[in-house]
């Protein structure tokens, strides 16, 4: 653990109780419980080095770094998300969340004292030392599939005489060992809820888990009941986690596709169907666009010294469509192509009517069931609309 001089210690101090009070007053802390464990675990003692993310600079911070350790604990109590590891691509694998996303996790997981408690994502081990802080160490379980994460996080813990379970394994499988829980809590988005969890919650516990296709994600919580099946609500809250890391559920985009599909010859036509569509009002008709198009990818693709495209790609069968993105009234016609064996701008104009149709529902107005045999996303309990899973 770094070592800080008083003067540091003060400020520190100072900096985690004005990211509490921030963190009160945008009511993503509400519950006196929770509060408390924010103001006995500050942030920094779990960020040691990181890197800002590109809208804040981009700048690397590290805490051994004495000559600027001020400027690393400023950096610490922003209320944003702290990237912390890189893989061999220099793709982000890992990352401290926002305070708001992990307060606002925290509080919608309902985990109050006598719960048990299973995280999907140790990271950097700031969740389960808030979670142990609250509710007892023999009470919290937390796996990562990184070892090199779980002996961190665990060094962290003991420092602060916190012990609860932390394991290497696959989150998606969860850990049977230590079921069955009263929560789960995924801090790693999912393209569908996994078959073991369902196994590994008690009747009547819950899941919360950000729910993530190609297009958009949203925060779900799902109760289970007897029989092995959920049923539960997307949240208002939009929160955005790094994907889960398993063999079991690969989430790898593949931009090469958009790369190829403004080369490729196809039929071309018009429309009116902005390419901005699927970044509009919050992403809201991105959510229902995915439950509509499984299996279809998204892109931006710029021709060296000519258009900008929008592409929608299907990895599975390769089909493509790409739209003339440039710049300009939004409601003129515009030049489509596609082709392979679906034709994925037909879909997105249908998706969109249908959309208009439900009253253009947002993922709060949708519900979510789970299955033995398998997800459906209800549109309202009015209609017969539901998709089925993965995104």
């Known amino acids: 653990m770094t070592r800080l001089g008083s003067h540091l210690e003060r400020l520190a101090g100072d900096l985690n109780h004005a990211l509490v009070e921030q963190l009160v007053d945008k009511r993503a802390l509400t519950t006196p419980g929770w509060r408390a464990a924010f103001e006995a675990l500050p942030r920094h003692l779990f960020a040691p080095r990181f890197t800002l993310p590109d809208n804040l600079g981009g700048e690397s911070h590290d805490a051994a770094d004495r000559g600027r350790q001020e400027d690393w604990l400023r950096a610490v109590y922003q209320d944003e998300a702290l990237l912390t590891d890189f893989d061999e691509r220099g793709i982000l694998v890992s990352s ?4 708001t996303v992990v307060a606002t996790m925290l509080e919608q997981s ?3 004292e006598g719960d048990s408690v299973l995280e999907i994502g140790t990271g950097t081990g700031w969740t389960a030392a808030l979670l142990s802080r609250r509710l007892g ?5 937390s796996v990562e599939v990184n070892p090199a994460y779980v002996a961190q996080a665990r060094q962290r813990l003991d420092d602060l005489g916190l012990a609860p379970t932390l394991a290497v394994a696959d989150g998606y499988l969860g850990y049977p060992q230590r079921a069955p829980y009263d929560r789960i809590i995924a801090t790693a988005s999912l393209r569908r809820v996994p ?3 369902l196994g590994q919650v008690r009747p009547g516990g819950t899941i919360l888990t950000d729910l993530r296709g190609a ?8 109760t289970v009941g007897d029989d092995q099946s959920a049923h539960g609500e997307f949240l208002p809250t939009r929160l955005t986690f790094m994907p889960l890391r398993s063999p079991e559920q690969p989430f790898l985009l593949q931009p090469e596709l958009s790369s190829r599909a403004v080369h490729q010859a196809g039929e071309s036509r018009f429309t009116r169907l902005a390419p901005t569509v699927l970044r509009e009002r919050g992403r809201v008709f991105a959510f229902f666009a995915q439950l509509a198009m499984p299996g279809t990818e998204s892109g931006y693709v710029k021709v060296e010294g000519g258009t900008m495209y929008f592409c929608l790609t299907d990895p599975g069968t390769g089909a493509w469509a790409r739209a003339d993105a440039t710049l300009g009234d939004p409601a003129a016609d515009r030049q ?3 082709g392979g064996d679906r034709r994925l701008w037909d879909e997105l104009e249908a998706a969109h009517m249908q959309w208009l149709q439900l009253g253009q529902p947002r993922p709060e107005d949708l519900s979510i069931v789970v299955t033995p045999d398998g997800e459906q996303v209800v549109a309202h309990p009015a209609t017969d609309t539901r998709w089925s899973l993965p995104l």
């Open 336 to 338: 489509v192509t596609q």
């Open 195 to 197: 078959p073991a969890w």
């Open 137 to 141: 160490s023999d009470a919290v379980t």
């Open 110 to 112: 309902g985990a109050t």
């Open 215 to 222: 297009f958009a994600g949203n925060l779900a919580r799902l």
């Open 96 to 99: 401290c969340s926002a305070p």
